[in-house]
Structure formats: structure tokens, C-alpha cells
């Protein structure tokens, strides 16, 4: 995956993920504990314990070839897809600091935040916004493409947003003034 100069991507062929680009997987054979069946020795609501209950096992001897990348071994990337770490360190990254607790959706769910991290005051107390930002960028969990790119383009830029007992790290978009969707502004929230 690159980067244009217009900021939007281009993708390109990756390694298939199924056969890790050997082109084949193992076969599949019927179970010879089971028979193929998945029950266990005698029946009844018990599962075969070598097969798990799937009544198949993997043939090593007579590999076939691999059915998303068609045994080509590669496939096209996506917007699912990880974000390549040189693209990530291109994105701005703001803090912002806001005077209230985690909210239950950034200190458990995490849904409309690349990831959240519930560190009881320690980012809050910390004066060197600097050093804050030094580690979301060098130890991130980079996100999917999908997630700071809409269609075709970048995020505005990354928003790290500091509370009482923790911090989210959530993308903000051009236009909208909005840095998440619960209420938080770039205007209420600017240092």
C-alpha cells in the first residue's frame, strides 16, 4: 500500500493471508476417530475429541489449491487492511484535554476510537504533551485503513483525548469541527 501525493491510497497485491503465499492448504479428510460423523464414541450430544466435532481433519499429503486467492498466493489489499506504519507516522497527531472521566464506551467498547487506554490519571497528570504523543505514535495499535480514511481520503488528523482516567485515540475529520461524535469540539477542547 502507497500513499499518492494527493494523500489518497493505492493498493496493491499482498500476500494471501489463508496460504501465506504458498498457493495450496492442506486437504481435508474424513476423521478416522469419528468417521467423518464429528460424534463422539458413542453418539449422543458428545463431540469427537481428536476432530472437535468436525468430522474432518487436515490432509497434509494431498495439499488443494487455496480457495480466497485462488492458488494464486496473493491478493489485493483492502480497506481492511492494517495501515502500513510509514503512512501512520504521516498523520497529524492533537491532544486534547477534557475535564470529565472516560466515557463507558471509551474505557470498555472502544467503538468510534482506534483504542482507548484506561491508565487511572497518568496521561492527565503528565505535563509533556510531547512525550504523550511520542508514544501513541511509536506504540499504536495501527488501526485499519477503514478507520482514518473515508472515501479515498485522510483524516483531518488523529486525536488523542486526555480525561481524568485515561485517554482515546479517536480521528478527526475535516469540516465537521467535530473530533468525535459524543459533544467534543475542536473549539471547546483547543489549548
Not at 68 to 83: F, I, N
Not at 102 to 125: F, H, K, R
Request: net charge negative; glycine share 12%; with cysteine.
Amino acid at each position: 500500500m502507497k500513499q499518492r501525493p494527493d494523500g489518497t491510497l493505492e493498493f496493491e497485491p499482498r500476500a494471501c493471508l489463508a496460504c501465506h503465499g504458498q498457493t495450496t492448504v492442506p486437504g481435508r479428510q474424513a476423521c478416522p476417530s469419528c468417521g467423518g460423523s464429528g460424534n463422539g464414541p458413542r453418539g449422543g450430544k458428545g463431540k469427537c475429541k481428536a476432530c472437535y466435532g468436525f468430522g474432518q481433519e487436515p490432509d497434509f499429503a494431498h495439499p488443494v489449491p487455496c480457495v480466497p486467492c485462488e492458488g494464486a498466493g496473493r491478493v489485493m489489499e483492502t480497506e481492511g487492511d492494517t495501515l502500513p506504519r510509514e503512512i501512520w507516522e504521516t498523520l497529524p497527531l492533537r491532544v486534547y484535554r477534557v475535564e470529565r472521566e472516560q466515557t463507558w464506551n471509551e474505557a470498555y467498547l472502544g467503538m468510534g476510537c482506534i483504542y482507548s487506554v484506561t491508565d487511572y490519571g497518568s496521561a492527565w497528570s503528565a505535563d509533556d504533551d510531547n512525550r504523550l504523543l511520542a508514544m501513541v505514535r511509536e506504540t499504536a495499535h495501527l488501526p485499519q485503513v477503514c478507520q482514518v480514511y473515508a472515501e479515498g481520503r485522510p483524516c483531518q488528523h488523529v486525536a488523542i483525548v486526555v480525561t481524568r482516567d485515561g485517554y482515546a485515540v479517536k480521528v478527526g475529520w475535516a469540516g465537521s469541527g467535530d473530533v468525535t461524535r459524543d459533544g467534543v469540539t475542536e473549539r471547546a477542547l483547543a489549548r
